[in-house]
């Protein structure tokens, strides 16, 4: 089968239970107590699809579930205490596949998660050899929609705000002359003061709060990818 499931849940007992079932299976599963941990699995090595606890320590479930969908059609299935009608709908309206209510049966759990694999992936597939995209970090770029995400959430950008963060993603560290980011994104017909670069960094610095869009001292700018 081959897949691999990453399980973000605190409590040791359902932790172990949905481990046993799911490795009886054949699934991979990773298993994690909170949605940074997640995040983190997500960054490193991510799953073909998420189990994934409402009430987590720090970042709650619906945060997780939030930021995962903002990067991804990954399924999810929330596992929840939480039985109100409005939580589920919460749960879903955030990109849950399903939603699944705290007691269940482990078995049911096991075929959901068989059910879900056989709608999603080849939806997923299909949607991935179409769609191309480019990821330096927490900033991730969808080149045919031209889309921008920093740290899950997606923001609107203007067209010369764009060019410039996928020519810095493009070449990760590379230190860009004012000179040279004004010959690829304004054109060499483009007579103006170099001080429109400074502009353009000030807006997308101010849009995406803490990108590592670094300036060269007399010389220009860079975007900064740290070694993983």
Known sequence: MGYK????????????????????????????ASGEEGWEVWENNPPDMWI????????????????????SEVPIIIISAKDDEIDKILGLELGGDDYLTKPF???ELVARVKRLFKRTVPQ?????????????GELLIYLDERRIFWKGEEFEVT???YDMLLLLAQNPNRAFSREELLLNIW???????????DDLVKRIRKKLPDIPLETVWGFGYRLRKDEE
């Not at 499931?5 to 994690?32: H, P, S």
């Not at 997923?124 to 330096?136: A, F, S």
């Open 5 to 32: 499931i990453g399980l973000v849940e605190d409590d040791k007992n359902i932790q172990n239970i949905v481990r046993a079932y799911l490795e009886k299976e054949g699934y991979e599963v990773t298993v994690v």
């Open 52 to 71: 994934l606890d409402i009430m987590l320590p720090g970042m709650d479930g619906y945060e997780f579930c939030k930021r995962i969908r903002a990067e």
């Open 105 to 107: 049966s482990p078995r």
């Open 124 to 136: 997923r597939q299909t949607k991935q050899q179409n769609l191309e995209r480019m990821k330096v």
């Open 159 to 161: 067209t010369k705000e």
């Open 187 to 197: 054109g060499n017909d483009y007579f103006g003061s170099d001080r429109a670069v």
